[in-house]
């Protein structure tokens, strides 16, 4: 099984900057889609962005223009660089890619990674 471990997260002021990595246990080159979600409690989880496996990318209009997400495949790492960060960017998050053989994929989730946002 594919195991996701992210890193990265922290507490920084509003307007500040944190970068999450992603580091897959397999490779990512024959992953198609890597996502960062968030949640917060009470909240549903929410797709933050998305990267495919030829870079197209999609994003929350709530972090278009501040979010960047990229992948590596060759290091199997996935990056989300959050720059102008606000304090409703608080939220816990999740590395995530649907991964597996075809007719048999599963959701594969890291463990979560903390970002608190002060004002």
């Known amino acids: 099984q594919v195991q996701l471990v992210e890193s990265g997260g922290g507490l920084v002021q509003a307007g500040g900057s944190l970068r999450l990595s992603c580091a897959a246990s397999?490779?990512?080159?024959?992953?198609?889609?890597i996502d960062w979600y968030r949640q917060v409690p009470g909240k549903q989880r929410e797709l933050v962005a998305r990267?495919?496996?030829?870079?197209?990318?999609v994003y929350a209009d709530s972090v278009k223009g501040r979010f960047t997400i990229s992948r590596d495949n060759a290091k199997n790492t996935v990056a989300l660089q959050m720059n102008s960060l606000k304090p409703e960017d608080t939220a816990v998050y999740y590395c995530?890619?649907?991964?597996?053989?075809?007719?048999?994929?599963?959701?594969?989730w890291g463990q979560g990674t903390q970002v608190t946002v002060s004002s």
């Open positions: 995530h890619a649907m991964v597996g053989p075809i007719g048999r994929k599963y959701h594969a």
């Open positions: 397999r490779s990512t080159t024959n992953i198609d889609t």
């Open positions: 990267i495919s496996s030829g870079s197209s990318t």
